[in-house]
Nanobody, 124 residues
Framework: QVQLVESGGGLVQAGGSLRLSCAAS??????????MAWFRQAPGKEREFVAA???????YYADSVKGRFTISRVNAKKTVYLQMNSLLPEDTGDYYC????????????????WGQGTQVTVSS
C-alpha cells in the first residue's frame, strides 16, 4: 500500500504564495514509477484536477492554474511539490495529493492513492 501525506496549506492573502508538499511512503516496488498529481475541492463543488507530473518529470496543468502553479518532484525523496504563486480567492479549497502506477490523468477515478488533504484559504 502507498500512503500520501500532504503539508504546507494555510491562509494567505490574494497575490501571495504557498508551497504544498506531498510525501509518499510504502514498499519501494509500489512507490517506484508512480505518477503524482494535485487535485482540489472547493466547498460545495466537485474535486477537480490541478496539476500532475509523471515519473520522468512531464508536467500537466489545469488551464486555471497555468503560469501561476508549478508542480515538481524529487524521486529520491518520494516527494512532490506544488508551488502556488499569484493566488486568487478562487484557489481556496482542500488540496489533495494523488498517486497512480498508471499514466497521468485529469480524472479523479483514475488515481489509486489519495492523501487526506491540506486546506488552502486565499483571502481577498
Amino acid at each position: 500500500q502507498v500512503q500520501l501525506v500532504e503539508s504546507g496549506g494555510g491562509l494567505v492573502q490574494a497575490g501571495g504564495s504557498l508551497r504544498l508538499s506531498c510525501a509518499a511512503s510504502g514498499p519501494t516496488f509500489r512507490t517506484y514509477g508512480l505518477a503524482m498529481a494535485w487535485f482540489r475541492q472547493a466547498p460545495g463543488k466537485e474535486r477537480e484536477f490541478v496539476a500532475a507530473i509523471s515519473w520522468s518529470g512531464g508536467t500537466y496543468y489545469a488551464d486555471s492554474v497555468k503560469g501561476r502553479f508549478t508542480i515538481s518532484r524529487v524521486n529520491a525523496k518520494k516527494t512532490v511539490y506544488l508551488q502556488m504563486n499569484s493566488l486568487l480567492p478562487e484557489d481556496t479549497g482542500d488540496y489533495y495529493c494523488a498517486a497512480s502506477p498508471g499514466s497521468v490523468s485529469t480524472v479523479v477515478r483514475d488515481w489509486d492513492y489519495w492523501g487526506q488533504g491540506t486546506q488552502v484559504t486565499v483571502s481577498s
